[in-house]
């Protein structure tokens, strides 16, 4: 903006500019030449010069997506875009341009550097994402509000701060402001924020900090209660009896029951709802109690079996790494040998008695693996035994809750008719003192419709707790299962690595070999 | 022999004590009592002059008695009391049990004066924290005093010393060891007693050359066995073992076999050893009397009874087989006789005081409370007290000690030894203990080890140093190897541990063990052979912990006279890290191998979590890779690499070319790394020869005694405060100042200059002497005249006062007394001392070092 030579004409990112200026930034001499042998693939730049180049618009910059440092500084860019891919930067510099709003950095999350100095920025905004920003220079801009600083706060890590050359340095308390609020600073427009500054910042802004610090406290202890209540969900859904441990089964079978209400206006329901639920959460906290200590023995089960598969892995890895090891060392040897050698025969002997180490070396490392998949298959066998006993045991006690449910439904609803076809009679003979409301009298009717209520009542009742079992069913066999199925997937994946691994090797070391033997007889 | 003189006594003893009889038993029916008792010392007295009692005869008093204090050379009456009572102890005593031995009750000591033993006793507590734990104790006492012993052996003394003649001396018997150590741990609160009894003839005699030296013992390490999970669910079936399990057993038996073979082999040469080593058969087993020190349990937190031999410093279990009986033991407040079958040693031996069947107690009703704990024993004396009340009205209680309170200053703290130094012969073995600052060196204990058991052969020598300034610990010398290992303390430059080598020339065998933790460069430990450093580091934030170095043969072409000066050429480095959990594995480095005779580089990279194979990269050096002129140096049959995963794009060449530049950078660095610990070797290697021709010892600046430094401060600050006294008092009196500025201050007097000056001085001194004596007259005069106008003016308006003005004047009056007092008094003073002063000043004149020669 206060350019002298404001005169050229704006030009634009293309691949032209790209081309030349990767090449002339990249490595240059030995490594240039290799370089260029090579070709420079845009996804492997580190660090892109682009400066004092009139450019207008950020574009084309797609493909440099390992870019840690991007200079783009004394341009004439009025706003920032196209920056999206480049999540690995660590340094932006956009100083001397015509910015006027910070946008489009979300996705830049490993930002440290953000130099935005000489531009035409007013607040300091949509920044949220750069949680690792350590140096920011917003100097000489337009920001003229004191609690732009603020903002700036949730940068933990931010150290150094430019400020300077806005029309907020003009006010008074300016220094103090920001020594107050940003309390980790070290340096502050240039220069490093002496004690002094600091300790009248935290007096004068003592109440107006202490206010703020505590909001941040309690919005981070609301956070953690929050955190720990969802763990604790997280826990009882994982040992598949979330929400079993209070009246909610109790309630969701009411819930969705649009006739239970009316029925509980009638004379002695209240009693009977009340026992009914007493009765039915004592059930599901008897099914919650073992769900979680079930969920314990699992996951026992699971842990001693990971560990003990992996130490076997381990101890399996460490002998074949041993023996590939010694190899190694031994194949160096011969192969020092065998490029020295001049002996034609002497070298044939040698390399057939070397391919043969080749080939015995692939047969112990073969056996090794063979072994293990042996070992490993057995285990997961019983594995897969103990852990579907334990899950069959679980549901079968479940089961049985819940058919103990599904009889204190039935009993609820025996007395509930009973009940109802009791007040029918009075209602019939007009002997009824209590008022009741007028749609419930609707139920009493005739019988049909009464006893059409109940049942439906009952119905909805018993839907739910098939639901829940259901669910409840489901859930842990298909837990079960996948557990079963990854185990085995993993054994296979490592399985093939491992082979693919070896295979590789020998192939390595026969290719090596047989390069050897080539140049001899050239 | 010695045993059948030992017989005859005691049958005259015998013979005499059936004389007494009658008398004593009449005495044991009408004992208590003190006019009673004092009867029966009457009667007694005839049996104190009697030969069967050779140690009651008062012996020659050594050296000058008049140096000890009042209670060495005298009994009070309490003791006088308690003597007759030992004595009638002592004929019930022999009375009953005419076949056991005469009991050590009331030897003399050094005065010549009977004392009982519990009186010897004086429980102090000396200021030195080493002293306030048994170990302490037990140690200082076996190795400050040196051992007289017994004559005849076995015979329990005539004398015992106090302990303060004994820590004059530094020498003593058994008893008096065990008087002395008992003396301390009483103060130090702990349940001791003094033991008279019998042990074997080593212990009697101090001999441990068929013990193990207490340093060899193998350090008793916390056995921390790791509790593995024992049951694990899910481990995996061992492969299956496709060897013959007959062959196996067969083998095993085998193996049996052989080891049943050796083993017995071994027991018998063992069998073979020990009988060889064992001492001929003592004579006088089981007669030989010891005295030792029991401490029972329950005070300072002791668990279980336990014998301490004050001669060797040492602790044994009350079933030790080495003690063959006990007679009699005491403490500050009792004593008590052994009523137990000791035919079969101490082993059966119980120690409940209060049990009158096993101990037979000489003072009743003092013992009692002495294994109670505080509370209970408040509460015991509140009931004896009552029980005093009612029943009986006086307990004797054992007299104060006569001993003086027991002393020991820092200095004889500090040597421990008698003279400094103590030798102390073990199985194979000699101990050898110097007091710190005594030796030059700075050397304290010094353990020589030998093959054999005549102590001829030499196998390890190992010394032990304080308070050196190179900070050296501990040296250990292996003749056979000459290798010698020194230890360091932490401190040093290059924080050096440990030092192991033959030859303090750089470039040989050696090990240095470093301090790592206050090393830059975390080095722990740097292996060198002649050809070869092997360092490792540990916690070093490049997760370098391996450097292994292998040197060529040095070339001499050049200066074949200055071998030093010519570098070996480098072969090999191996450097190696630890896994950078930061890092892809396949890009951290494992292993990098600097081969520079080859021109080759080796890097080998980590294995992944679930890999057997590494990664590697092997390049060979460009010749002239810093010349980037050259534009065909690098080609990619340079570098010969191997991928673990296949399917991972290959390296391009240009990173390749970039590893291979910083590899020949870390190349350069690490030989210059290499360098620099040469250096240090060196360096460590001139420190170590320079410090071991000049050693220098540490003087703790709170060591006022030995502070060189600090003593020359403090002396030249009390010079310097003399001096600046004097100059003062001279200065003050300098009274021929004013005359010789007269005179213009010259250089020199000359002799009749010097005795117009002395004659001016003195006038002077004479006429100021005369104008003070006029003043004072001169005041005087006018302080009577006053009084007498006043008294005249009185006299005259006598009846026309008022009350007031009387008062005023009586006042005034006593007042002028008052003043005219004080001045004749100074008058007469003045008079007095104004001779004197013109005397003095004479006097001072004559010694005037300015004067004294022109006018002598």
């Known amino acids: 903006m206060n350019r002298l030579f404001d005169t050229a004409a704006p030009s634009v990112i293309d691949e032209k500019m790209l081309r030349k200026a990767v090449q002339e930034q990249g490595p240059q001499g030995q490594a240039g030449r290799l370089a260029k042998e090579e070709g420079i693939q845009y996804n492997e730049v580190i660090q892109l010069c682009l400066e004092l180049r009139n450019i207008l618009k950020i574009g084309h910059l797609w493909e440099f997506t390992s870019l840690t440092k991007l200079q783009l500084n004394n341009n004439i860019i009025e706003k920032i875009q196209g920056l999206e891919k480049l999540t690995n930067l660590v340094w932006l510099d956009l100083s001397f341009n015509n910015i006027e709003v910070i946008e489009g950095l979300d996705s830049l999350v490993k ?64 220094k103090i402001f920001v020594a107050a609020y940003l309390s980790d600073l070290v340096y502050l427009d240039y220069r490093l924020l002496d004690e002094q500054t600091r300790e009248k910042a ?44 209070g009246p909610h089964l109790f309630d969701s079978m009411f819930a969705d029951d649009a006739d239970a209400p009316k029925l509980a206006c009638l004379p002695g329901v209240t009693t009977l709802l009340e026992s009914y639920k007493t009765q039915l959460v004592a059930l599901c906290m008897q099914m919650f109690e073992a769900g979680l200590t079930q969920h314990a023995r699992r996951q026992n089960e699971v842990e001693s079996f990971f560990s003990c598969s992996r130490e076997a892995e381990a101890d399996n890895q460490q002998r074949a790494a041993q023996i590939a090891a010694d190899f190694e060392r031994s194949r160096r040897q011969v192969m020092a040998e065998m490029q020295k050698a001049t002996d034609t025969k002497l070298l044939e002997a040698q390399a057939s008695k070397y391919s043969d180490e080749i080939s015995q070396l692939c047969d112990t490392l073969m056996t090794l693996e063979l072994q293990l998949v042996d070992q490993l298959e057995d285990v997961i066998k019983d594995f897969e035994r103990n852990i579907s006993d334990l899950v069959g045991g679980f549901t079968e006690y479940v089961q049985g809750i819940f058919a103990q449910c599904r009889d204190l439904e039935n009993h609820h609803h025996e007395k509930l008719l009973e009940i109802a076809v009791a007040t029918l009679d009075r209602v019939a003979k007009n002997e009824l003192e209590e008022d009741l409301p007028d749609d419930v009298r609707m139920l009493f009717v005739d019988k049909d419709t009464l006893i059409n209520a109940v049942s439906a009542s009952h119905d909805t009742h018993l839907l739910k707790i098939d639901n829940r079992e259901d669910e409840l069913m489901m859930r842990i066999n298909s837990w079960m299962s996948a557990l079963i199925k990854s185990i085995q997937d993993e054994e296979v994946k490592r399985n093939r690595k491992r082979i693919s691994e070896i295979h590789n090797y020998v192939d390595f070391v026969k290719d090596q070999l047989e390069e050897i033997l080539l140049e001899e007889h050239q | 022999m010695e045993v059948l003189l030992e017989v005859e006594p005691e049958l005259e003893e015998a013979e005499l004590l059936q004389e007494v009889d009658e008398e004593e038993e009449e005495e044991e029916e009408e004992d208590e009592g003190l006019r009673e008792l004092r009867e029966l010392e009457e009667t007694l007295s005839r049996v104190r002059i009697a030969p069967s009692a050779p140690h009651l005869l008062v012996q020659k008093a050594e050296g000058d008695q008049s140096e000890w204090p009042v209670s060495f050379r005298q009994n009070s009456t309490r003791e006088k009391l308690l003597l007759a009572m030992a004595d009638n102890f002592r004929c019930q005593y022999a009375h009953l049990y005419p076949d056991r031995k005469p009991l050590l009750l009331c030897p003399v000591n050094e005065c010549g004066v009977q004392k009982f033993v519990s009186t010897t006793l004086r429980p102090t507590l000396l200021p030195y924290p080493e002293l306030y734990h048994w170990q302490g104790c037990a140690s200082f006492v076996s190795d400050f005093l040196s051992l007289e012993p017994l004559d005849p052996p076995v015979d329990p003394p005539h004398k015992l010393r106090s302990p303060t003649w004994v820590l004059r001396t530094q020498r003593g018997t058994c008893f008096e060891f065990s008087t002395l150590l008992c003396s301390l741990l009483l103060g130090a609160g702990y349940n001791a007693y003094c033991v008279s009894g019998y042990a074997v003839k080593q212990m009697c005699l101090l001999n441990q050359s068929r013990q193990e030296c207490p340093l060899l013992k193998p350090q008793v390490k916390e056995e921390l066995e790791e509790q593995k999970q024992d049951v694990r669910k899910y481990s995996v079936k061992p492969p299956r073992d496709l060897q013959s ?72 279990p009350t079933t030790s087989e080495k003690f063959l009986g006990i007679e009699s033991i005491w403490n500050h407040q009792n004593y008590w006789v052994n009523m137990q079958d000791c035919r079969f040693g101490c082993a059966e031996m119980t120690y409940d005081l209060a049990d009158p069947v096993k101990w037979e107690y000489l003072l009743c009703g003092s013992n009692q409370s002495t294994l109670l704990i505080p509370d209970m024993k408040k509460q015991q004396e509140a009931e004896k007290e009552e029980d005093e009340e009612t029943e009986e009205p006086k307990v004797f209680e054992m007299p104060p000690s006569w001993v003086s309170k027991i002393h020991i200053s820092q200095e004889d703290m500090e040597s421990r030894c008698p003279g400094g130094t103590k030798l102390i012969q073990y199985r194979a073995a000699t101990v050898e203990k110097i007091a710190p600052y005594l030796l030059k060196d700075g050397l304290v204990t010094r353990l020589t080890t030998y093959d054999d058991l005549e102590c001829t052969q030499p196998n390890t020598v190992r010394e032990w140093y304080k308070h050196r300034h190179d900070h050296l610990d501990e040296r250990e010398l292996k003749k056979a190897t000459n290798v010698t290992v020194e230890h360091f303390r932490p401190g040093r430059s290059y924080a050096l541990k440990c030092h192991r080598y033959v030859t303090l020339v750089p470039e040989t065998e050696r090990q240095m063990d470093f301090y790592s933790h206050a090393r830059a460069d975390g080095l722990a430990s740097r292996v060198e052979t002649p050809s070869e450093i092997t360092e490792t580091f540990i916690d070093r934030p490049d997760f370098l912990h391996y450097r292994h170095v292998v040197y060529g043969k040095r070339e001499l072409g050049e200066m074949p006279n200055n071998p030093e000066q010519v570098q070996r050429p480098i072969q090999k480095v191996v450097e190696r890290f630890h896994r950078d959990r930061s890092k892809a594995a396949s890009e951290d480095v494992a292993e990098r191998e600097f081969l520079l005779s080859e021109d080759r580089i080796q890097v080998t990279y980590h294995k992944e979590e679930d890999r057997i194979i590494p990664a590697w990269r092997n390049f060979i050096k460009p010749h002239d890779a810093g010349d980037s002129q050259n534009a065909n140096a690098f080609t990619p049959q340079m570098a010969s690499i191997f991928q673990v995963d296949p399917f991972k794009k290959p390296c391009k060449n240009l990173f390749l070319y970039k590893t291979l530049m910083a590899l020949m950078k870390e190349e350069e660095n690490v030989l210059m790394r290499i360098k620099d610990s040469e250096k ?35 002396e030249a600050l009390e010079c310097l405060a003399e001096d600046e006294l004097l100059r003062k008092e001279e200065k003050e009196l300098d009274v021929l100042a004013p005359f010789l500025a007269r005179l213009g201050d010259p250089e020199s007097l000359t002799q009749q200059e010097a005795l117009q000056l002395r004659t001016d001085c003195l006038a002077e001194l004479k006429q100021r002497l005369i104008d003070r004596a006029n003043l004072i007259q001169a005041r005087f005069e006018e302080e009577t005249q006053e009084l007498q106008q006043k008294q005249q003016w009185y006299q005259k308006n006598q009846l026309a006062m008022t009350k007031d003005d009387e008062d005023e004047y009586l006042a005034y009056c006593s007042n002028a007394m008052f003043r005219i007092n004080i001045l004749k008094l100074r008058l007469s003073r003045h008079k007095d001392k104004a001779p004197q002063k013109y005397l003095a000043l004479d006097e001072k004149l004559r010694r005037d070092p300015r004067l004294a020669h022109h006018l002598w």
């Open chain 2, 680 to 714: 240090e070797v060196r360096a460590i290697l001139a420190a170590r020869q320079q410090e071991e021709s000049a050693v220098e010892l540490q003087i703790s600046i709170y060591n006022t005694a030995r502070n060189e430094k600090a003593r020359c401060h403090r």
């Open chain 1, 111 to 174: 930002l440290q550097n953000l130099s935005l100095f000489n531009n035409r920025i007013s607040v300091i905004e949509n920044m949220d994402a750069l949680g690792n920003l350590q140096i920011v220079s917003v100097g000489n801009n337009l920001i003229s509000q004191l609690d732009n600083v603020i903002y700036l706060r949730k940068f933990k890590e931010l150290h150094t701060l430019n400020l300077a050359g806005n029309p907020i340095c003009q006010e008074e308390n300016y």
């Open chain 1, 202 to 245: 935290c007096v004068e802004y003592q109440y107006a900090l202490e206010e703020m610090r505590l909001n941040e406290l309690q919005e981070q202890k609301e956070i953690e209660a929050q955190k720990i209540t969802e763990q604790e969900l997280q826990l009882h859904k994982d040992a598949f009896v979330e929400l079993l441990n």
């Open chain 2, 245 to 316: 399990s007959f062959e196996h057993r067969q083998e095993e038996k085998r193996q049996e076999d052989t080891r049943i073979a050796l083993l017995s082999k071994q027991q018998e040469a063992q069998r073979l050893q020990e009988e060889r080593e064992r001492p001929p058969l003592d004579p006088l087993l089981g007669l030989r009397v010891h005295c030792w020190v029991l401490v029972l349990s329950g005070n300072r937190e002791v668990p279980e009874n336990f014998f301490i031999d004050p001669l060797a410093g040492h602790s044994y």
